[in-house]
């Protein structure tokens, strides 16, 4: 049997283990965003000069626009609405895109929930950076019909993917 001075003990190691713990957690996390956060921001800014450097698809409605960055990522991203179906989008960028620089790397199906709904994600890379195009099907009903995004740090351009 144990004695309650053992577990006396046993309980200090532990309350001194979480404290220890919660200090390394934090000082990983502040020393994460002051060493990193500035490399982030960099990416970002650049991949929104990037990203209005590319013309986007005529008759596409800009629907939404975001940009973040956080330690080790970095994101632009647009939503647009159109009455035009995946094979004009995609013929479109590939032509805007490889006008700018940016190599075919792969294309994917994608599906919601499980639920096929014809939804397609082609993906480009130039250097460290990603282009995604989201074209979220036929059957969707989002508010958009795709989306286009510039990213750093989030995927990695790699052959035969």
Sequence with gaps: MINRKKIT??????????????????AFFFYDHLKRGP???KYKKDLETEFKQIDQLPDASLKRYEVSAKPGSALVHGSFKTDKRFNEIRSYYDVELKKNGWKFWKI???????????????????GSYIATIQYFGEKADYGS????????GLHTCQKNS
Excluded: M
């Design 9 to 26: 003990i046993i309980k200090k190691i532990f309350r001194t283990a979480i404290v220890v713990f919660t200090v390394l957690y934090i």
């Design 108 to 126: 994917d199906s994608v599906k919601d929930w499980g639920k096929d709904l014809g939804g397609k994600s082609i993906r480009f890379c130039k």
């Design 145 to 152: 019909t795709y989306s286009f995004s510039l990213s750093w």
């Design 39 to 41: 490399i982030a921001d």
